[in-house]
């Protein structure tokens, strides 16, 4: 039987960093698998199809900006303290993301745009991964 005195004991273990820290670690990781159904659906964070490319572009069949994979398996995440960044080492990332007016290229979103906010994706990833460790943290 739990006693206030031993929930409160696990909420102050809740707020220790130990638990952001799992947090953050389990969020590159799932965040990279969310990557990663983005280019297997062609969608962006937003649930948006990504704009098809022109016909000569697509040589091997493959689906849009991903005819060698470099840039899907470029993707790198790293968690630090409280937040996670995920880095795309591919020279066209930015660009493709983006978008480049001058060149008339789309932008083909990957990850979330900070001024558009996280996208139903990403916060669903968010949520899956802070209630799995609230539960286990506050299990009794």
């Known amino acids: 039987m739990s006693t206030l005195h031993d929930y409160i004991a696990k909420l102050q273990r809740v707020a220790d960093g130990g638990l952001v820290s799992a947090i953050a670690h389990d969020v590159a990781t799932e965040g990279l698998k969310v990557i990663d159904r983005g280019f297997a659906t062609e969608t962006d964070p ?72 996280l996208g139903f994706k990403w916060m669903a990833m968010l949520d899956r991964v802070v209630r799995k460790h609230m539960r286990e943290a506050l299990r009794p």
């Not at 022109?54 to 689906?63: D, F, L, V």
């Not at 900006?65 to 990332?93: E, K």
Request: aromatic share 10%; charged share 20%.
């Open 46 to 117: 937003y649930g948006n199809h990504w704009r098809a490319l022109k016909e000569p572009a697509r040589t091997h069949g493959s689906g849009i900006l991903d005819d060698t994979g470099v840039m899907r398996r470029a993707f790198f995440a790293f968690p630090a303290g409280t937040s996670v960044r995920f880095v795309n080492q591919s020279v066209q990332a930015c660009a493709q993301n983006y978008g480049r007016r001058e060149i008339n290229l789309p932008s083909r979103r990957m990850l979330p745009d900070v001024k558009m906010g």
